[in-house]
């Protein structure tokens, strides 16, 4: 039996990870849920699961969660800093990282500080601050198994291989709603269109980024510092069916891929079972009802932030963290229908050439580059023709 913190409990990752946990009450019971300001589904979980504690980390949200739970077993806690305290709990063996953004980071340092099994999804983490992750997690012995489902496909390539062994790993990406349009379409597009992905149902942010294809630019980072590579052996093809999840290539041309049909449940359920697999009933790949599995190259002169990722990647220190930083305030931006789909780009190449570069920064480096970031951008973004700020 696995007890479980699962952060971010009332998104996407989350509210999954709830589902495996339900149809697993034998292998996990739940300790901890946070959210930040979805009380009503909080307390509907906490109602369901029973959990020890739940952390509302919306501070104006506290009292609504804390009557409605008066009278049951589970503690109501609030503000970010419960967080940090929870993941150190005895009592919790894994901590799912279900977070969206730079919000996520200071939870996992505290949870790889513990020296708890990390089961993350927050991607931003390692794109932030990967280098520093690594580095404590190595220290600490604290194990990250991915939750993302290219980087859980490349773990699984790698299970019982020499990391020595590995020439580069092939990203896949679907190309997201947008896959073959130019500039001319693209400059027109809402929020209300680049939220209808075609093989994914996730949180708003990163189905814009997966939109813009600067998902497939975070997830090169996270994959880099995940696998400790070398930019150069990571590779990113576009695979618009999402049934090879992603690919492993050894140094004697043999190449690995891990598929399965597009679900979430099955990254978030090997994560947090590691190393056993669960039997489930869901629906089978069937080779027959798949015709066609193609690939084409990714187009990074529309697509820009997967360039600038890439670049982001390549400068190292504070540029991806930077990067991340702008992409937040404009993905943010945009789904208020306040900047333009390519301006995003644009703005995070101002964001990148305006905050000031750090080859090896502190933590305290990060939330001050992170900080500098979103001024900047936030900046570019109320100059937008759009912008009714
Ligand atoms: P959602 O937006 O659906 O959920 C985000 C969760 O984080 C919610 O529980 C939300 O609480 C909580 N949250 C938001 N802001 C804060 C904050 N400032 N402090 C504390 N908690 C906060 O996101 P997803 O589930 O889609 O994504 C979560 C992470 O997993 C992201 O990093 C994403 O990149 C990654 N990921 C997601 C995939 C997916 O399929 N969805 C696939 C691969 C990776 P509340 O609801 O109360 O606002
Ligand atoms: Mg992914």
Redesign the pocket.
């Known amino acids: 039996m696995k007890r479980i913190a699962i ?8 509210t999954q990870a709830l589902d495996v946990v339900a149809a697993n009450p034998n292998l996990f019971q739940v300790e901890v849920l ?6 009503a ?2 307390i509907e979980q906490a109602r369901k699961f029973t959990p020890n504690a739940v952390v509302v ?2 501070e104006a949200r506290y009292a609504t969660v804390k009557d409605a739970l008066q009278g049951t077993p589970t503690k109501v806690l609030s503000g ?1 800093s419960a ?1 940090d305290e929870v993941v150190q709990w005895e009592t919790v063996d894994v901590v799912l990282g ?4 730079f ?2 980071l200071r939870s996992t340092l505290a949870a790889i500080n513990a020296g708890k099994r990390i089961a993350l ?4 983490t390692l794109v932030v601050a990967g280098e520093l992750v690594m580095r404590l997690a190595a220290e600490k012995h604290a194990e990250i198994i991915p ?3 290219e980087h859980s496909a490349i773990f699984q390539c790698l299970v019982g291989e020499n990391p020595a062994n590995v020439d580069k790993v092939i990203l896949t990406a679907s190309g997201g709603p947008f896959l073959g349009r130019k500039s001319n379409y693209l400059v027109n597009v809402k929020a209300s269109h680049a939220l209808q992905h075609p093989n ?7 189905t814009i ?1 997966s939109a813009t294809l600067m ?1 497939k630019g ?1 997830e090169m980072i996270e994959a880099k510092w995940l696998f400790g590579l070398k930019d150069e052996q990571i590779d990113v093809i576009v695979h618009p069916q999402s049934i090879i999840h992603s690919m492993v290539q050894f140094n004697d041309g043999s190449v690995k891929s891990q598929m399965g049909l597009p679900d ?1 449940k099955l990254p978030i359920q090997y994560a947090m079972a590691y190393p056993q697999r669960i039997a489930n009933p869901y629906k089978r790949l069937d080779f027959r009802e798949q015709s066609k599995l193609t690939f084409e190259q990714a187009d990074y002169k529309t697509f820009r932030n997967l360039a600038l990722a890439r670049e982001a990647m390549e400068r190292a220190g504070n540029a991806p963290c930077v990067l991340n930083a702008a992409n937040e305030v404009l993905v943010h931006a945009f789904l208020q229908n306040k900047v333009g789909f390519l301006e995003m780009s644009d703005m995070i190449e101002k964001t990148l050439n305006s905050v000031t570069f750090i080859e090896h920064p502190t933590l305290e480096d990060y939330q001050k580059s992170d900080a500098e970031a979103r001024e900047y951008a936030q900046e570019y973004a109320r100059k937008s023709q759009l912008s009714m700020y």
């Open positions: 952060l971010g409990s009332t998104g996407s990752i989350g946070s959210a930040h300001s979805n009380s589904l909080l980390t919306d970010s967080l279900a977070i969206v953004g919000a996520g999804a927050n991607k931003e939750v993302d489902s994914w149902t996730m949180g708003a942010k990163i980024d998902n975070l979430m």
